[in-house]
């Protein structure tokens, strides 16, 4: 993606390579309107980290809402624990994570510029709605508990 022409791998060192060279050619031209002579002189290395870190916080922040969106809160997932303490923090979100685990499109690959200090989401209001069967259910397990409790004696 990106290439360095010096051994440090310094910010002055990084070029492009497989960026999108009209998004990073707009954010060069953001630093080289610096005041900074440093950044100035940086301005395609410092570019190059914006278009990076844009792609990743997006990608975190993506992954999360759709997460959330499709499968609810991940504070609300299950834990496995043994006596000695927590053995898996993912059994719960394996399970519920099925459809957006297989194959298909990315998420966001878009790099629009702008000079974003703060990101937009959106939050979604769970619908509950009472089962029409509910009171057939909890019957069910009434008398389920009531079987089991009496073949135990």
Sequence with gaps: MISTVNEENSTYGLRNVLLDDKAL?????????????????????YAIYDMLTDYTVNSIISINEIEKLFSGDPAFYKWAYSNNGLIDNSIDKIK???????????????????????????????????????DTLKQLFIQGNLVDALSQM
């Design 25 to 45: 050619s707009n954010r060069v031209s953001h630093y080289l309107k610096s005041n900074d002579p440093i950044v100035r002189d940086n301005a395609e290395g």
């Design 96 to 134: 519920r994570l099925g459809a957006l685990t297989s194959t298909g499109t990315n998420n966001r690959l878009d790099f629009e510029f702008n000079n974003r200090t703060n990101y937009t989401v959106t939050e979604l209001n769970d619908i509950e709605v009472g089962s029409k069967q509910f």
